[in-house]
């Protein structure tokens, strides 16, 4: 018998005492603060993938899920849905060097460039690929934009730069307002880069880092110590990439000068449509690495509320369960990293949002709450229900992910991630302004946030989707304003944002996160009572995926 099996049939005396807590309407913040208190506290050891500390949190999500009244949302009739999990990490390494000129120059992992690998293999072995510099990467027929020009990787390490090619595009240039402007699309995102390099045969990719395009400095590039994670594939499906990672700023200018190059003359070349991949005449990579892989066993955990009239058709749900775990002491002598707010604060506005739900008719459409693992470790566990749906996705008919909001109190606007992106916006808008409340565009939109949290998995299958992210932006606080806001905000990712001090506190005021779930209460309440299907607005690169399957839902 599993570990798993024993917490979910001790799940009983729980769902009891859940079952006595009081039904509210609308978001109550002392049950936010209570359901926080418990999932970011040390019985849960920091909700790792994988760890005991997993295994008492499915528990726990089981148990509360049961005690609203839910019924089981994953396959089969179960409570979970599996997620095999690939972790490898790198050891010390053999080899790691650029050569040029005849001399190899030694690297240091983690200074000169960082490195991790999705290959389930017990070695990294790169000897001697040469590199190619292939600008920003993208093959975006759509907008007219093809980096590659036909250029082959096979057995090379192909060199990206971060962002878009209108990123730092000034007029006159061709990529001006070719990828949005400042705003990121997903052909920015180092995910993508990597997914392109590997379409394309390389045996590595590097990305040059910035801090700018980036959106985060080096120390956050460096921070997963050469681990990675990633889903369970079958061998055709496994990453050509042997290495993949970033070369740090100095490092890569070096690189590009030993190989006659002008990194920041390269840089203006990449904007414009009619560049060539240039290779690094006489340059090579080489690494070897011993690796430490194993597969890890995680799950996601659905929950479901039948809809009355057209069950088949499904208003979901999102949050991630996970965290990072246990780590070194911080100066208080916090070993776990619990993320409080991210995301056990969106787990405790799911079961306000199910609450609520269950407290009135039953829905239309049918209702399911999705508990993912591992998003931070790649938003994998949306990853792995986007491809093996338990619902079907063109019935889906949008997924309302709440993953971080602010803790500062209430707020006179609300924060859009992905302004332009679909129609869900405008029922923020409506819904915000029945609370009295405007909608702010997110502050700093090239850094991609819209790409960056679970409901992306789904998007990429072409369902409407709305995330609430409260450290997209300053809110305009009802005390202190904007500065405040950006004074929370600035607080949070400066100092707590994946560390163990990311925990609840008396500092903490949850009305405000109160007033963002009962929008996405209120958004999901008229979708599930309605024949509405959102759309995706022209310009969106999910729009086409989704008017593929118009007549699945005209049927």
Request: aromatic share 8%.
């Amino acid at each position: 018998m599993t570990i798993r099996t024993l917490v979910l049939g001790a799940t009983t005396a729980l769902t009891a005492a859940f079952a006595a807590l009081p039904v509210h309407a609308q978001t109550d913040p002392a049950q936010l603060a209570q359901s926080v208190t418990t999932l970011a506290s040390d019985l849960f050891e920091g909700r790792a993938p994988g760890t005991p500390g997993e295994e008492r949190t499915i528990g726990y999500l089981v148990a509360r899920f049961q005690a609203l009244g839910l019924e089981p949302g994953g396959p089969n009739g179960q409570w979970v849905q599996d997620v095999p999990l690939l972790h490898t990490k790198l050891g010390a390494a053999v080899t790691l060097n650029v050569a040029q000129g005849g001399a190899a120059t030694p690297w240091t992992l983690g200074k000169q460039v960082y490195l991790s690998t999705l290959q389930p293999k017990d070695q990294v072995a790169v000897a001697n690929a040469p590199l190619v510099f292939v600008g920003h990467g993208v093959s975006a027929p759509e907008r007219g934009w093809d980096d590659f020009k036909g250029a082959d990787l096979k057995g090379k390490v192909a060199v990206f730069l971060i962002n878009d090619p209108d990123f730092e595009a000034v007029k006159g240039e061709d990529a001006v307002g070719k990828f949005g402007g400042r705003t990121m699309t997903y052909y920015g995102r180092w995910t993508y880069k990597f997914e392109e390099a590997a379409r394309r045969g390389a045996i590595g990719a590097l990305i040059v880092h910035d801090t700018p395009g980036a959106g985060y400095g080096w120390n956050v590039v460096v921070s997963p110590g050469g681990e990675n994670y990633d889903l369970v594939r079958a061998a055709d499906k496994v990453t050509s990439l042997a290495v993949q990672g970033w070369i740090e700023g100095e490092a890569a200018k070096a690189l590009f000068s030993g190989a006659g190059l002008d990194l920041a003359a390269l840089r203006k070349q990449a904007r414009s449509k009619g560049f060539k991949p240039v290779e690094l005449k006489g340059a090579t990579f080489s690494a070897a690495f011993p690796v430490t892989q194993e597969v890890v066993r995680s799950a996601n955990v659905l929950a479901r509320i039948p809809g009355a009239k057209r069950p088949d058709e499904t208003v979901m749900y999102g949050a991630h369960w996970d965290a990072y775990g246990k780590g070194a002491p911080d100066a208080q002598g916090r070993i776990y990293r619990a993320g409080a707010n991210d995301d056990a604060l969106g787990i405790a506005g799911m079961f306000e949002i199910a609450r609520a739900f269950k407290a009135g008719p039953a829905p239309d459409r049918s209702i399911v709450f999705a508990a993912w693992t591992a998003e931070e470790r790649g938003l994998l566990g949306s990853e792995h229900y986007a491809q093996n749906p338990v619902w079907p996705i063109d019935k889906t008919v949008a997924n309302l992910t709440l993953d971080i909001l602010q803790t500062a109190g209430k707020a006179k606007d609300v924060i859009l991630v992905g302004k332009g992106q679909d129609t869900l916006e405008d029922d923020l808008a409506k819904a915000a302004a029945a609370q009295g409340r405007v909608v702010t565009q997110e502050s700093l939109p090239e850094r991609g946030l819209f790409y960056r949290a679970d409901h992306f998995s789904m998007a990429k299958r072409g369902v409407p989707v709305l995330l609430l992210m409260g450290i997209a932006g300053a809110s305009d606080l009802v005390e202190g304003g904007r500065a405040a806001g950006q004074a929370w905000v600035d607080a949070y990712t400066g100092q707590c944002y994946h560390q163990a001090c990311d925990a609840i506190g008396p500092d903490w005021k949850l009305d405000g996160a109160a007033q963002d779930i009962d929008l996405m209460l209120s958004i999901g309440r008229d979708l599930a009572t309605s024949n509405r299907w959102p759309e995706w607005k022209a310009g969106s690169e999910f729009k086409a995926i989704r008017d593929a399957s118009a007549a699945t839902r005209r049927d």
